[in-house]
């Protein structure tokens, strides 16, 4: 099986007035290109599951994983409930490690709450996280605060 990705055909960008231009138009990315990419990501090393949930009750999903100092943090939500439909809902949590392999978890950023709009469904991924390849991952505070997307509800 031969995998291509094909480019985007042309990228907008917004000018000052509001108006968007053209900026960029590619095509197919080559061969070369993707073996490259794949090699680049690749690795030799497997693992396994490195945070697994306490039970078969609870299931672990949405990792964000970030650089503060000399350690890493992973914020991720755990479902409360046997399938999909017979839980309460799901809850952020934090987890500390050294390695990137062995995680400690910190305890819930975001627990179940008794009332409000939001008492069972309470999803947050930190923002402002730098995603370069081979860069420091750090966490960027806006005006001395950490942010975060939250997506919360009832059911």
């Known amino acids: 099986m031969t995998l291509m990705l094909l480019g985007l055909t042309t990228v907008f960008a917004a000018t000052p007035g ?65 399938g999909g439909k017979d839980g309460r809902g799901y809850e952020t949590w934090l ?25 069972h469904q309470r999803g947050g991924y930190p923002a402002l996280i730098d995603p370069t390849w081979g860069g420091g991952y750090g966490i960027k505070a806006y005006k001395n605060r950490y942010w975060m997307t939250y997506i919360g509800g009832d059911t």
Request: charged share 20%; with cysteine; aromatic share 12%.
């Open 95 to 119: 987890a500390k490690s050294d390695d990137l392999l062995h995680w400690t978890t910190l305890g819930r950023v975001l627990p179940f709450a008794d009332k409000g709009w939001d008492p």
């Open 18 to 82: 509001g108006s968007q231009r053209a900026i960029a138009k590619t095509g197919p990315v080559s061969q070369q290109r993707m073996q490259a990419v794949y090699e680049a990501v690749s690795t030799p090393h497997k693992f396994g599951m490195v945070m697994v949930p306490a039970d078969n009750h609870h299931k672990m999903d949405c990792p964000t994983v970030f650089r503060e100092g000399d350690s890493w943090y992973m914020t991720y939500l755990v479902y409360d409930g046997k």
